[in-house]
């Protein structure tokens, strides 16, 4: 107490207090030399009556902070009586809060951690993404720079500190515990010191890691270290084994280090400028110390131009200098963005309804409130005493929704599937979310406490007085009225933003792959090249597998294709016609190498010709199928069969193909993506290694596929020990991971749009049951003058539906003006859908009218004895 | 607050402070000394300074009402009025007082 009121005191807490002193004994001196004393006599008698000036500054200031002290403690005590006393109003607003709070408090956790906080790097700010790509290109998948564009801005290249390129492939572990799966990347030796990371043992990569020859080394991160190496510092300079391949460990990365995705073992990448193959990779670097990016645009976009001598690609391809977050987080930001929007309006819904409750509240307290007012309280101190009610709820309902957050928040972030958001690992709360959601329960408070305090002193005194709790005033009533109707217009414009992603999600769903999902299980291996370097090596092996799963028990066909549709990857590239005519610019199309037992499996049908079978072997005629797409663009007439194309760009006699059969189309991308024309070939006649060391093997089951996964694991350990599948999954597993992204936004959306909804409907039944409290009286009237029940029930509805209809027109209106922010998580649907927004608003209209019901039917009950009586 | 109550030298300067205000009506600080140093013709002499923590007291107990006004030589003084529960206080007050005086002067005069 002491120490609190000497801080207190230094901060004058009445500067006032000194000129009153000051005044009194100016008074004395002045009164004492009227009456003929000295100036000198005058001022030492002024002061010995009045006594020590300090003390006596000292006392009156006590006595403010110890007033000032006693009426927080009185506040708190009467505001948590009052609470106690109404631990239903207490309990809801609570509950209200929290979830309002909370709901903003978990998406803000992602926001920041995603979106706001910087890269896990030292001085993340400088570090760029380099990129030179025709957007949309055939080839385009992410913006980077091919290999020989690459070498060339490394050589020139200054503005740049360092520069690096990446890739990322997983890789089996062998030789520590059980074989395993784990992601690699692959980096050039420059990317940790672009990062400015450090290793916590060993050494980063040296310049010269990557030659061919020396570069089978490897950096470890610190959580295989610790799970599969014991967390031993002596790993280093070890050899462990890599897809059946011995690398020499030079590091460990620490803790936390995952770049780039979630990667957990970095080997060094070789780039080579080969003319024939060329890989497109990100590029990244850090900026030198006074160079700004606008510089490092303009002097990249000049360097860029020089690049190609293909006058196409220079018109086409853009050079763009992006910070490496921006790149990151990529396309996420715009539906995290939507979701904080749809979390605010969900604190809103809460907050008019709590507003609600404490106005409710405030009619009820009105007598008592007027009284005290009447008996000479402060209106100031009422405001306050208000005040503290209401910032006692928020920030009790700030904390449970910080503790809903973080629980809530991991929940949540369990929904999510992996590989949709970035920096998923980095998700945390930290001190901004912890400021984050006080800031909100604080801006809440005072919104909260405001409009009560202001609806509680402005009523008329006499009035309340004399006529007691039953004259509510009209004022009252038209806010709570109109915060209602808002509640229902922001629950509408939520329902109708989930109902269109539920739309679009359905639909999606309910596109035809082109294949038959249902029965299908899948294993897809990535066989290492060292000890399966030939064609011949990996065909032998894809023929003994085939042969070893087609006799287990159900198998109704098994076959194998290297790009499995909808399985993330396809090679795509361009054909040429043997007679030589032209095709469409830019036309291309899949090109997927398969065994016969493919398409029987998929469930892909034969539209014409033949299917491949064994005797189109390494030695035979090359043969194709196409698809329906292919055949009816070149060969419109129908005679496609027997004719001969190539997949070459500058065919020898050799590379002709005949095309032998036909089938359906299939999506191959993506359920989103138009189809792709596709060209099959048998593996078997397949010479480059490089496309047939990725397969995927597929088995269609007369019963439940998970069952044969076990026995498919068990083929493949008896053929080879060390090879771990990449994946095993049915089909319609597959599919759904391709649309598990927009799965879940429609569930989190759906999720905010029902707790709007639902707090709309207690909204509206708080409001109708205090009307039928506040009626009663003259609904006893009525019901004694002979209205029937129903006619009771249908007067208390009108006014259910006329809220109801304006929250829907309002809601329309919303809804109308902010659904556009959807339009690029829709598929297929646009976002002024009617059917959607008359399902949404027809939704609102059933649940308002089941939570008006129920007061209704209570009103109906009155008994107009009692009713009339209770006056 | 209830604890001046049991302190009857606080209770006094309490009481004679109500009632000048109570009879006089509205008056600052200064003027209020004044005034009980000539009613008591000077026998209550109290310490000038200690009266400014008793008004700032009894105006957070609701007692009295103050407000900045002009003194009578023109400056900005603190004015002090009584409030309803001031001169609720003030009838309580007055009453103990008379009960405590009455019973002291029984004593002395039958002892």
């Known amino acids: 107490m002491d120490r609190l009121s000497n801080v207190l005191r230094r901060r004058d807490l009445n500067p006032e207090i000194d000129e009153e002193l000051q005044f009194h004994v100016d008074s004395r001196i002045r009164d004492n030399i009227a009456a003929g004393m000295t100036d000198d006599e005058a001022r030492r008698d002024a002061l010995e009556r009045f006594g020590s000036r300090a003390r006596a500054r000292e006392e009156t200031r006590d006595v403010e902070l110890i007033v000032m002290l006693e009426t927080t403690a009185q506040d708190l005590i009467y505001a948590l009586r009052g609470l106690r006393k109404r631990p239903a109003f207490t309990l809801v607003a609570l509950l209200t809060l929290t979830l309002g709070i909370g709901a903003n408090a978990a998406i803000f956790t992602i926001v920041r951690s995603v979106l706001l906080r910087p890269l896990p790097f030292p001085q993340s700010g400088d570090l760029y993404a380099i990129s030179y790509a025709r957007p949309g290109a055939p080839f385009w998948l992410y913006p980077g720079m091919s290999d020989s564009n690459y070498l060339a801005l490394r050589e020139r290249n200054d503005w740049f500190e360092a520069t690096a390129t990446f890739a990322s492939a997983p890789l089996t572990l062998t030789g520590a515990g059980d074989a395993v799966r784990v992601i690699g990347a692959t980096v050039t030796p420059d990317f940790f010191r672009v990062l400015r990371v450090n290793p916590i043992a060993g050494a980063s990569f040296a310049t010269g890691d990557d030659q061919p020859g020396r570069n089978h080394l490897v950096m470890l991160g610190d959580s295989l270290w610790r799970g599969r190496f014991g967390a031993d510092p002596s790993v280093v300079n070890r050899t462990i084994t890599l897809d059946g391949v011995a690398y020499r460990v030079v590091g460990v990365l620490p803790p936390g280090f995952s770049y780039p995705a979630n990667a957990e073992v970095w080997t060094p990448l070789t780039v080579r400028a080969d003319p024939h193959l060329t890989f497109t990779r990100p590029v990244i670097g850090r900026l030198k110390q006074g160079v700004t990016r606008h510089q490092a645009q303009a002097a990249f976009a000049a360097l860029a131009t020089n690049l190609t001598t293909d006058d196409r690609e220079k018109l086409e391809s853009v050079a763009q200098v992006t910070p490496l977050k921006d790149a990151v987080v990529g396309d996420v930001r715009r539906p995290l963005s939507i979701f904080m929007g749809a979390v605010a309006f969900v604190l809103l819904i809460a907050c008019a309804n709590v507003t609600n409750l404490l106005l409710m509240r405030a009619v009820a307290r009105r007598q008592e409130i007027a009284t005290r007012l009447a008996l000479g309280a402060g209106k100031g101190r009422l405001v306050r005493q208000l005040m503290t009610e209401t910032a006692l709820l928020s920030l009790g309902g700030g904390l449970a929704g910080l503790f809903v957050a973080l629980v809530g928040g991991h929940a949540l972030l369990s929904l999510v599937p992996t590989g949709i958001l970035p920096r998923d690992a980095e998700i945390l709360a930290d001190g901004w979310v912890l400021a984050f959601t006080l800031a909100v329960a604080v801006l809440t408070a005072v919104v909260l406490g405001l409009v009560s305090a202001f609806q509680a002193t402005r009523q008329d005194l006499s009035g309340a007085l004399r006529e007691g709790p039953t004259a509510a005033t009209r004022q009252s009533h038209r806010l709570r009225h109109a915060l209602v109707v808002a509640e229902m217009a922001l629950a509408l414009v939520l329902l109708v933003g989930a109902g269109l992603l539920v739309k679009s999600f359905l639909t999606l769903r309910a596109v035809d792959p082109g294949f038959k999902p249902q029965h299908v299980m899948t294993m897809t291996l990535d066989l290492p090249a060292p000890r399966y370097r030939s064609a011949f090596d990996l065909t032998t092996f894809h023929d003994r597998l085939l042969a070893s799963l087609s006799p287990l028990p159900d198998v109704v066909s098994a076959g194998a ?281 027809g939704v609102l209209v059933v649940v308002a009218v089941l939570a008006g019901l129920l007061p209704a039917r209570q009103a109906s009950s009155v008994d107009p004895l009692i009713a009339l009586r209770a006056e | 607050m209830a604890k001046h109550q049991n302190d009857r030298l606080q209770g006094t300067l309490d009481l004679v402070v109500l009632k000048t205000l109570e009879s006089r009506g509205p008056m600052n600080g200064y003027a209020i000394s004044l005034h009980i140093s000539r009613i008591s013709e000077s026998v209550l002499r109290l310490q000038e300074g200690s009266l400014y923590p008793a008004l700032h007291r009894m105006t957070h107990a609701g007692w009295l009402r103050s407000e900045w006004g002009a003194s009578e030589n023109g400056r900005r003084a603190r004015f002090y009025a009584i409030t309803p529960a001031g001169r609720r206080q003030l009838a309580a007050e007055e009453k103990s007082w008379a009960d405590l005086t009455g019973a002291v002067a029984r004593v002395l005069r039958h002892a």
């Open chain 1, 561 to 841: 294709v290297n790009w499995l549709p909808l399985g993330g990857m396809l090679l795509r590239g361009d054909i040429v016609v043997e007679d030589r005519r032209p095709l469409p610019r830019d036309y291309i199309v899949t090109k997927a190498s398969i065994s016969p037992g493919y398409f029987p499996a998929m469930g892909i049908r034969l539209l014409d010709g033949r299917n491949f079978t064994d005797r189109d072997g390494a030695k035979a005629e090359g043969v194709v199928v196409i698809s329906e797409q292919v055949a009816r663009l070149i060969w419109p007439k129908g005679d496609a069969i027997g004719k001969r194309i190539s997949l070459e760009s500058n065919p020898t006699p050799q590379d002709w193909l005949t095309i032998v059969g036909i089938v359906e189309d299939v999506r191959q991308g993506g359920l989103t993506h138009n189809v792709v024309p596709a060209v099959y070939r048998p593996y078997s006649q397949v010479t480059r290694p490089f496309l047939l060391n990725r397969m995927t093997f597929v088995v269609r089951t007369a019963g439940d596929p998970q069952k044969i996964a076990p026995m498919m694991r068990s083929a493949l350990r008896s053929l080879d020990k060390d090879l771990a599948p990449q994946s095993v999954a049915t089909m319609e597993e597959v599919i759904a991971g391709t649309i598990a992204e927009s799965q879940f936004q429609t569930r989190l959306l759906s999720v905010f749009s029902t707790l709007a909804l639902v707090l709309a409907a207690i909204g509206i039944y708080g409001v109708l049951a205090a009307s039928v409290v506040e009626r009663r009286r003259e609904i006893g009237i009525r019901m004694a003058l002979g209205a029937d029940k129903a006619a009771v029930v249908g007067l208390m509805m009108r006014r259910t539906m006329l809220l109801t209809g304006i929250g829907v027109i309002l809601g329309t209106a919303g809804a109308l003006a902010v659904t556009k922010v959807l339009a690029k998580l829709l598929f297929k649907v646009t976002p002024t859908d009617v059917a959607t927004f008359t399902i949404a608003a």
